[in-house]
């Protein structure tokens, strides 16, 4: 099945206007699984959007056989920032660690660390990424952080006690997970594109068997409505997943304010967002079990 582009692409909370008539959006009460581990299970345990406050973390990890963090791991992708993400995630207890990246880690997005190979024949070498810089927000941080980021070319090779998604996939237990960092323009920060087509490009790129999507941006309608009453979620995002992918669980974050699990009655979505709207990071993990496939077991995957 074809996805195509929404008339009413670049109004989000428009097009979701149209759409919700035939959507069921179910808010889910769901209490994490109190038991142990399951054998014949494998349990996610989902984070995001932690922006290098772990330190500041109040409530305890559960473990599980897989640990999800879906972007926004820093504040802006510094070099230093990554490295204790890496050391904090080397020392949850879950067997396999999957992250994407975010709009926050600059460092990750080749735009910042490497914009001449977006400017061929440009000859501003040296100074090309500080024009970069004076093009985006600041969003608060300071700008010598923001330069230090961009600067750091070689970031994503700290992240070495996990497994990094960037439009790719990784099979667990059986299981297609798949990751990706893009989301519809949102200050010109990292991975960053147009909605529309564009963002559509990215999303036929998943695979039509994915088990667990992860985004960083929600698809529109689900854990994406905005404090200001604006929906920030993508609208092909959400026809893809709905259309032609239909993963069972679908992990993303982005949007602070729309922590939660919604199903549309066949999917789940899941925000993820530890941080709250304040940058506060205190929203625990959201975690769920998924059957193993008939004819798997977990000691075929040590
Ligand atoms: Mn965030
Ligand atoms: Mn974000």
Redesign the pocket.
């Known amino acids: 099945m074809n996805v195509g582009v929404h008339h009413l692409t670049s109004n989000p909370t428009e097009a979701w206007r149209e759409l919700s008539r035939f959507q069921r959006v179910i808010k889910v009460h769901v209490k994490a699984p109190k038991s142990d581990v399951l054998a014949n299970k494998v349990r996610f345990v989902c984070m995001s959007?932690t922006h290098s406050l772990t330190p500041h973390i109040k409530f305890d990890i559960p473990p599980g056989d897989v640990f999800v963090h879906a972007?926004?791991f820093t504040r802006c992708g510094r070099e230093e920032e990554v490295q204790e993400f890496n050391n904090w995630i080397g020392e949850l207890p879950h067997k396999h660690k999957i992250v994407i990246a975010?709009?926050?880690e600059l460092s990750f997005d080749r735009t910042f660390t490497h914009p001449l190979g977006h400017s061929p024949g440009g000859d501003r070498c040296t100074h090309t990424g500080l024009s970069v810089l004076d093009q985006i927000p600041t969003l608060g941080l300071p700008k010598e952080s923001l330069e230090e980021a961009i600067q750091a070319r070689h970031a994503k090779d700290a992240l070495t006690n996990c497994t990094y998604l960037q439009d790719q996939g990784v099979m667990l237990y059986g299981l297609k997970i798949y990751g990706t960092p893009w989301?519809p323009e949102f200050c010109k920060w990292a991975f960053n594109v147009p909605r529309g087509e564009a963002c559509l490009r990215k999303w036929e790129q998943i695979p039509g068997d994915t088990d667990v999507l992860v985004t960083?941006t929600p698809p529109v309608g689900y854990g994406d409505l905005c404090c200001s009453g604006v929906r920030a979620g993508c609208v092909e995002l959400l026809a893809t997943v709905q259309q032609r992918v239909r993963p069972r669980y679908h992990v993303f974050?982005?949007v602070h304010e729309g922590y939660g699990i919604t199903t549309d009655g066949k999917i789940i979505y899941i925000n993820a967002s530890t941080c709250d709207l304040n940058y506060l990071p205190t929203n625990p993990p959201i975690v769920f079990d998924v059957a193993l496939p008939a004819g798997v077991t977990k000691d075929h995957f040590p």
């Open positions: 959007d972007g926004d975010g709009n926050h989301q960083h974050g982005h």
